[in-house]
């Protein structure tokens, strides 16, 4: 399978599936919601990355040790022999079967069959870089960050083959310094309260892809009170009327949709004619 992020988002929009598809007993950030995810049709899946105190890179949202393994220490202070014993908890609080993954095992599970996000990228750059490479897989990942001097310069120096995309709110105020760079700039994630925010608006989105970049955006919610694309949410499109929440954001023309619905959505963008672009 040949993997080129923008051929693809000719196509289709491209669904990212939060985390997997977890449910039930299946945790998320794991093997087994990925396969459920792609099952379900999503073309790329959103991994967070954090590491071991003697420096192996886990599959685990930092910070969540309480709420997803009932650990009240963190990934980041513990060996790996220990992490390897830990257990996920299931939606009823109830232990699970299944360990933390590796970033190597799921790369290499992976590997030729979707898209990836790294997300917590900026917080070990490179050695999450050297895994990529070591497995070949530069083509099938994006990695995204908030954006300063530092991040650039990390990824001038470190990776500047790697797709990068910077999340930005409201405006995007560093796309031209982004264009003259030297590393691999593919788009970007925009956050936006309002439908008439910059980064939400026709003007910006033709701009973007008159300079061949995508524009990602956010169906999930956090907290409800901090809503990532102005209410067109995950929330709006099961809750209440899916065409203000998946289908706005698919009419207004952005690439990239993430969810943590992924089978619904997709779903629902094929039933409307949304989801394919050709």
């Known amino acids: 399978m040949n993997f080129d992020f923008r051929e693809s988002a000719k196509k289709n929009i491209l669904v990212v599936a939060h985390r997997g598809a977890a449910a039930g007993n299946i945790p998320c950030n794991t093997i087994p919601a990925y396969e459920a995810a792609l099952r379900q049709g999503a073309d790329m899946i959103e991994i967070d990355v954090d590491m071991s105190r003697d420096g192996k890179l886990y599959i685990f949202h930092p910070g969540m040790e309480r709420q997803h393994l009932y650990y009240l220490d963190r990934i980041k202070k513990m060996?790996?022999?220990?992490?390897?014993?830990?257990?996920?908890?299931?939606?009823?609080?109830?232990?699970?079967?299944?360990p933390l993954n590796t970033l190597d095992e799921v790369l290499e599970t992976f590997k030729g069959r979707c898209y990836i996000n790294v997300d917590k990228f900026w917080?070990?750059?490179?050695?999450?870089?050297?895994?990529?490479?070591?497995?070949?897989?530069?083509?099938?990942?994006?990695?995204?960050?908030?954006?300063?001097?530092?991040?650039?310069k990390t990824m001038?120096?470190?990776?500047p083959?790697?797709?990068?995309?910077?999340?930005?709110?409201?405006?995007?105020?560093?796309?031209?310094?982004l264009m003259k760079s030297s590393i691999n700039y593919l788009g970007a994630e925009v956050i936006f309260t309002k439908d008439d925010a910059e980064v939400a608006s026709p003007e910006f989105i033709e701009m973007m892809h008159k300079d061949n970049k995508l524009i990602w955006v956010n169906a999930i919610i956090y907290n409800y009170k901090e809503q990532l694309t102005a209410?067109?949410?995950?929330?709006?499109?099961?809750?209440?009327?899916?065409?203000?929440?998946?289908?706005?954001?698919a009419r207004r023309g952005f690439d990239i949709i993430q969810t943590d619905w992924t089978g619904m959505m997709i779903d629902y963008l094929k039933e409307k004619g949304l989801y394919y672009k050709k």
Not at 79 to 98: K, M, P
Not at 128 to 148: L, N, P, T, Y
Not at 156 to 159: G, M, V, Y
Request: proline letters at 4%; a negative charge.
């Open 79 to 98: 060996n790996s022999e220990d992490i390897d014993r830990l257990r996920y908890l299931n939606y009823d609080c109830v232990y699970t079967q299944f």
């Open 123 to 152: 917080m070990h750059p490179k050695e999450i870089h050297d895994a990529i490479v070591r497995h070949g897989m530069e083509d099938q990942i994006v990695v995204k960050s908030s954006f300063d001097e530092k991040v650039l």
């Open 156 to 159: 001038e120096e470190i990776c």
């Open 161 to 177: 083959e790697l797709q990068y995309m910077p999340v930005v709110s409201g405006t995007h105020p560093y796309h031209e310094l």
């Open 231 to 249: 209410g067109h949410s995950d929330d709006t499109s099961i809750c209440a009327n899916p065409d203000d929440g998946w289908g706005w954001l």
